[in-house]
Structures are given as structure tokens and as C-alpha cells.
């Protein structure tokens, strides 16, 4: 028998208070989106910040799903599965992998979270939200055309659109007991998060200015 390759997508209410000013200016429900590929969510794939203690220092990370669930906090999610053929499954893997092995290069697009209660979208190179890259591999890999065909989409969005794949909603229950290579809990001295946060930061609107000089 042939083996089934599925794609989760998740759309979670996080318990930091990110989270909630992110839900307050939305007025949606949940404010963050991962995907992965096992029905245990064990290791989850986003854009999210890289350490607790680190709010604005954020880019690629591979999540632990109890980051969801620390300090036994309950966090609502919606999770949605998506069938894969076995070639775009491995498509997806590769890619993965790719900007894994080149993390340092991909950062979190806050010019579009910013322009976000707008429903504006700032494209940046090798720059996304959580919602613009769960877009970005619902659209270029699984063949979603229509989704944020106007160049935005809304992590509500998201889910009306996805609303065929719902399996569940409600509290998150993790099954998962490893941060695995998720380094989430480590804490970070203020030199240190001060000049990653500068870094990011100048790194974006270099990448901002440069693709309009291009245009």
C-alpha cells in the first residue's frame, strides 16, 4: 500500500501578549500559523521569534509544539490537513531543508506585519510573516492559485479558505515532550537581543530600499 503524505497547517491563539495585541488588532480568533508534517506535530515550521525572552528577534525557526503550551497554558488551535502527492511531499522536504541549512538568510517581514491591519502586504526578498509563508507553501507547492491572489491574505483568510481541510478545533492537546532543536526557552542577555534586533532590522530595509531601486 502506497504511503499517504500529508501537509498540517496550523492557526493557533498563542498565549503571549503578542499574540493578543496581534488578535485585539485583527478581531480574528487566532494569530499565528505553522505547518508540518506529522500528525504529532512534534517539530512545526515558521516565522515566529527565536527565544521567549527575545520578542522582536525573529526569523525562520523550527518549533516545538510546546511552545504552545508552556507554563500550562491552554492554547486554541485549528489544524487543517492537506493530501500531498508523494513528489510534491518531497518538494516541500527539500525546500525545508534548504532554508534550514541558510536560516541566517531568511528573517521576519515586519514591514508587512505592520501594514498588516491594513491588508497590505510589503514583499521582501527572503523575508515572511507566519501567514506569508504558510501562503507562500500553500501557493507555490500545493498549487493554492486563488489564495491571496490579490496579493494579501489574512490569517482568517486562511482559514475560510482552508475550511474543506478542518480536522479539528479546540484546545491544543500536545502529545509531543521534546523542544528538539527548538531553542525557545534559552535565554538571551540585552547585548545580545539588542544587536540581533538591530541587525534584523537594518538587514530589512536594506532588502526594502534594494528591491525598489531594482523596480
Known sequence: MEKRYYLYVLLTKTPLRTGKFIRKMTKFEYNHCSISFDSNFKTLYSFSRK??????????????????????????????????????????????????????????????????????????????????????????????PNLGKNGYCSIKELSNYLSDYKIYEGIFNVKNHSWEEDKYLEKQNIIYKSYKVIELFMDLFARFFKGLVIK
Not at 83 to 111: C, D
Open 51 to 144: 527565544y521567549k525572552n527575545a520578542t522582536f528577534y525573529a526569523g525562520l525557526v523550527k518549533e516545538s509544539s510546546l511552545r504552545y503550551t508552556i507554563d500550562n497554558k491552554e492554547t486554541k488551535v485549528q489544524i487543517f490537513k492537506i493530501p500531498l502527492k508523494p513528489k510534491v511531499y518531497k518538494k516541500i522536504k527539500k525546500y525545508l531543508h534548504h532554508l534550514n541549512n541558510h536560516k541566517s538568510e531568511y528573517i521576519y517581514n515586519y514591514l508587512s506585519a505592520v501594514a498588516y491591519p491594513f491588508h497590505k502586504k510589503v514583499k521582501i526578498k527572503k523575508a515572511y510573516t507566519c501567514c506569508e509563508f504558510t501562503v507562500h507553501i500553500l501557493k507555490d507547492f500545493c498549487k493554492m
